[in-house]
């Protein structure tokens, strides 16, 4: 019996090989009928005996291509008609875009292959790629995901490519970047002034500068990065002078994975991750290396930092650069100076850039949207966002319930925003701290950006409570729309919520740096009972002075007066320890007369602040060059034994909640300093201390309100000593504990938990 079905498939399926991979799989059974992009997706009507028809069926989504992702499959019968093969047309626009559009991805093993190969005609081509890999969502202007609507329309395509392209057969069928020597992009090296350099080899060329000890822009998939030879400590402190990047890490590119292995201890899970597609920055601890060897990377690439960012290189310039200059490793940081987003654009780089570089390497492929890498980190076998952008964006978050159309803004560190359509959560790549013009430009960018390539059309914008926020300031001038103001940490745990699918009422950890409070002071050490409409402040830390406001984040020390002023008084100028004994003396009279009258010296009840009291005051930090380097140092400083001491927190009741105060935490480490116990016990014993006291403190909400569930969220959580123990000890008390794995814990997170609480104040 002949039968035609219509299947709509939903999900990442264009430019991803999804119809070539329909048609052979259509041919190969002898049916007929049709497949088509369109603005939901792909349409396909197939044709045949109903035995066959439905044999298709069943394997159309368990043999997809390695890129495609589909979230829905529907399929109905309709009229038999007369098609006598099965043809690809074009694409047709529909009124609603639902389609997923693919990230970018790192270079297939097929195309890597083809690059080395003398005898192929892309070799050394640094554009290669296929339906499998290459650029997709940093080329994209619109959809459906068709040449014209990305940067590479101006392209026309040689007979050779326009063939593969047209073949369904072929892996380069309707790869929509598809290029070669004859027909597209080429690399140009300029100087330092922006003026091309004649020269028959720009990568030779590039190489050449880079073995001599300078720093190259290169131009890649999401903007350009800033390279230099990584095993040079002359090159890698040239380049740190010139970023204006005091003592924050830079990322390492490595050619593979045994050259990784040299320089960093990983186990399978990492590898693994480190050779994705998305191919992110990873985090790995460094290995112990003899003094001298010719790999050896040089302290300044992540000073006083036990992990170095490594990552694999994904694009094909990056190997060719890797192979031809055999270089061990590459610093490639990203194309900016300090703070500011990463430059796209050849003619802006060689502008924002001006001073930075010695030699451009370019190209003349469009760049539409800035996208930096990824950064992960690898803890229990689960690898955990970190910085959520290339080879992750623009593949959604998945929701468990419909929600309405919702902009997110996000916050002023890290941000990032979210668009919420149907059941998906479209989180932005990141945007970067919002502290300057260009920041802010792009986060307009961003937004206008997603709105296109999605058409959502938001009813809502939620924002940060915080008034001084560039994110808010942008929202509470929409108008149009329903605008919802967001607690911090509030939205932390519904970002834990839904990434988790958790419904209902839970407890939520929420320990970061910095939040806008309901009371107006600086939160940041909270315990919530929370759902996505509202919460309940259920604890927080003891509030303390920031004397001097953000100079006190900058200068721990500061945090350390506030503490030991607020908790003993004038009295522990007298202890005889070297905290005390190098202070200035005319400085912190000054400090101690501003926080007692009251002056520039806002509350907190920040976690954050109280690592960097507790990092200053034991001798690890005194003054930070990036933010939370004083709590990232105090947990490198870890000892590695199985000491299980932890110093006590009390908790305090308040009316119809708690006050977590460190009193009790900080006698038990002045003791210990006046005693010499050495600084990785101490950081143990506070780490420890504070995973019993939040241990103590859950099992106390839970007999008050019978909720069993944790939600652990905030930028304090990308502490791995901390965040697991926290987890075991929880699991261990009973409790079902919940963290963040898709997206980040910290602030670039937090555009989520806005979107879901925003909606659920219009469903309540």
């Not at 014993?685 to 969220?713: I, M, P, W, Y």
């Amino acid at each position: 019996m002949e039968v035609r079905r219509q299947i709509e498939v939903s999900g990442i399926v264009q430019g991803v090989g999804f119809r070539p991979y329909i048609y052979r799989l259509a041919t190969g059974r002898h049916l007929r009928g049709t497949i088509r992009n369109t603005s939901a997706g792909v349409t396909i009507e197939i044709q045949g005996p109903a035995e066959t028809v439905q044999d298709f069926v069943d394997h159309l989504p368990a043999e997809a291509p390695p890129l495609a992702r589909i979230t829905s499959l529907a399929v109905r019968e309709v009229p038999c008609n007369g098609d006598q093969d099965f043809r690809i047309v074009h694409s047709h626009e529909g009124a609603e875009v639902r389609t997923l559009i693919s990230p970018d991805v790192a270079i297939c093993s097929d195309c890597l292959r083809e690059l080395f190969d003398p005898n192929d005609r892309r070799y050394r081509y640094p554009f290669i790629n296929c339906t499998n890999c290459g650029p997709r969502f940093t080329i994209i202007r619109d959809i459906p995901y068709d040449r014209p609507s990305t940067s590479m329309a101006m392209f026309a395509m040689c007979p050779a490519c326009l063939a593969e392209y047209e073949n369904p057969l072929n892996r380069r069928f309707h790869a929509q970047p598809n290029a070669c020597w004859e027909c597209g992009p080429r690399v140009e090296l300029w100087d330092k002034s922006g003026q091309r350099i004649e020269c028959h080899d720009p990568i030779t060329e590039a190489i050449s500068g880079l073995h001599a000890g300078l720093v190259v822009a290169v131009k890649g998939l999401g903007g350009f990065h800033l390279a230099a030879d990584a095993t040079n400590p002359a090159a890698v402190a040239l380049l740190r002078q010139r970023k204006r990047r005091v003592e924050k890490p830079f990322a390492v590119m490595v050619p593979d994975l045994q050259a990784a292995q040299e320089i960093c201890e990983f186990d399978e899970a990492a590898a693994t991750v480190l050779q994705s597609m998305q191919r992110p920055i990873v985090l790995l601890k460094k290995a112990l290396l003899p003094k001298k060897t010719s790999n050896t990377i040089p302290d300044d690439v992540a000073p006083f930092n036990n992990y170095l960012g490594i990552f694999l290189p994904y694009a094909p310039l990056h190997y060719l650069l890797l192979a031809e200059g055999e270089f061990k490793a590459l610093v490639m940081t990203s194309g900016n100076l300090s703070e500011e987003p990463i430059a796209i654009d050849n003619r802006e780089a060689s502008h924002r850039l001006n001073g930075l570089a010695d030699y451009f390497l370019v190209h003349n492929r469009d760049i539409l949207l800035r996208c930096d890498d990824s950064v992960v980190r690898v803890t229990g076998g689960i690898m955990r966002q970190l910085r959520r952008s290339r080879g992750f964006v623009p593949v959604p978050v998945f929701l468990k319930d419909e929600q309405p159309p919702v902009l997110a803004v996000g916050g002023e560190l890290k941000n990032t925003i979210c668009l919420t359509k149907g059941k998906h959560a479209f989180l932005s790549q990141h945007v970067g701290d919002l502290e300057n013009v260009e920041a802010y430009s792009f986060f307009h960018e961003a937004i206008r950006h997603l709105e296109r390539i999605l058409e959502i059309k938001p009813e809502i914008i939620a924002y940060d409570l915080h008034p001084d926020y560039f994110s808010t300031k942008w929202a509470l001038q929409q108008s149009g729309v329903e605008l919802v103001g967001v607690q911090h940490h509030h939205a932390h745990i519904a970002s834990c919520m839904a990434e988790n699918h958790l419904e209902g009422r839970v407890i939520g950890f929420a320990l970061d740096g910095t939040g806008y409070g309901t009371d107006g002071h600086i939160w940041g050490g909270e315990a919530l009972i929370a759902g996505y409409e509202d919460f309940e402040r259920a604890a927080h830390f003891e509030y303390v002075p920031l004397p001097g406001g953000a100079a006190a984040i900058r200068q721990p020390w500061r945090m350390a007066i506030s503490y030991l002023t607020h908790h003993f008084g004038r009295g522990f100028l007298k202890l005889d320890i070297p905290f005390v004994g190098q202070l200035n003396r005319p400085k912190v009279d000054l400090l101690l007369r501003m926080m007692e009258q009251g002056v520039n010296s806002p509350l907190t009840s920040s976690c954050g602040r109280l690592f960097d009291a507790v990092a200053a005051l034991i001798g690890v930090r005194q003054q930070v060059n990036y933010e939370a380097q004083a709590a990232i140092e105090l947990e490198m400083a870890i000892a590695s034994s199985r000491d299980e001491t932890g110093y006590p927190l009390a908790l305090l009741p308040d009316g119809e909640s708690w006050i977590i105060s460190p009193r009790p935490l900080f006698a038990a480490l002045l003791e210990d300093l006046c005693r010499n116990l050495p600084v990785p016990a101490i950081s143990q014993r506070f780490h420890n201390g504070l995973v019993e006291g939040f241990v103590q403190l859950a099992t106390l909400l839970r007999n008050k309100t019978a909720l069993d569930r944790v939600c652990l969220s905030g930028g304090t959580f990308h502490n791995v000593y901390l965040s697991q123990r926290l987890e075991a000890r929880l699991s261990e008390a009973g409790f079902k504990v919940f963290t963040q794995k898709e997206v980040p814990s910290g602030d670039g997170g937090l555009s989520l938990g806005q979107a879901l609480i925003a909606a659920a104040r219009r469903h309540a």
